[in-house]
């Protein structure tokens, strides 16, 4: 947590790793505890050992967009890729008139400056009558050298987990046999939401690590594969 007053200074969470040039750099949410949900922002540290954290001094290095945007409300980081010549991040924002969740896109050519694209938001729930209903949120990306792969959560409870693709990480083509995870059997610890999932590729299988819970019970992680194609 930051000091108090500070941007950060109520809670920072979902942090994002990746190791440049021998250091650790991380981006994460941070959230001034002021304003219900509207002060999350993104942040950025860095750290020799991964143990000892360094923040910017220019944090937080993305925030909310301005009145009447897709975005004015809160923002929250999802996931961070280098592909070949530059940064990506993905994240989730919310406005403060219809609070649909949707998740746009930044590029930066160091990490540490970023530059929200003018196509956002890259992608957007279906609405209702849709699994997803007002929410999608939460992405994990993988580039796997031609393609990236987004698994995100959808809905808003129960939360689902669905999967879409991209040649260039701003148009994104939503996988037909969305949900691709859903809630498990009745009684079973993740009957009642599956989301908030990090993925990462083997070469030969996609894991993914969610987490899950019962309605009224805590949460609790578990695992899923999947052959890559």
Known sequence: EGIIGSWDSH?????????????????????KGTNGNRNFKIGHATSTDGSAWTKDANNPVLTVGSAGTWENSWICIGDVVYAGTKY????????????????????STDGLTWTKDQANPVLIAEGSGSWEYTRVEL????????KYHMWYSGGKTPWKIGHATSTDGINW??????????SGLSGTWDSWSVAGMSVLSSGIK????????????????????????
Do not use: R
Not at 173 to 182: F, G, H, I, R, Y
């Open 11 to 31: 809670f920072v969470h979902n942090p994002k790793v990746m190791v440049i040039n021998n250091t650790f750099h991380m981006w994460y949410t941070g959230h």
């Open 206 to 229: 996609y894991k993914m690590w969610y987490f899950g819970s019962k309605l009224d019970v805590s949460t609790c992680i578990g695992y899923a594969e999947k052959p890559q194609e």
């Open 139 to 146: 992405p994990s990306v993988l580039f796997d050298g031609a």
């Open 173 to 182: 083509t939503k996988d037909t046999e969305n949900p691709v995870l859903s």
């Open 88 to 107: 990506h991040m993905w994240y989730s924002g919310c406005d403060t008139l219809s609070t649909w969740v949707k998740i746009g896109h930044a590029t």
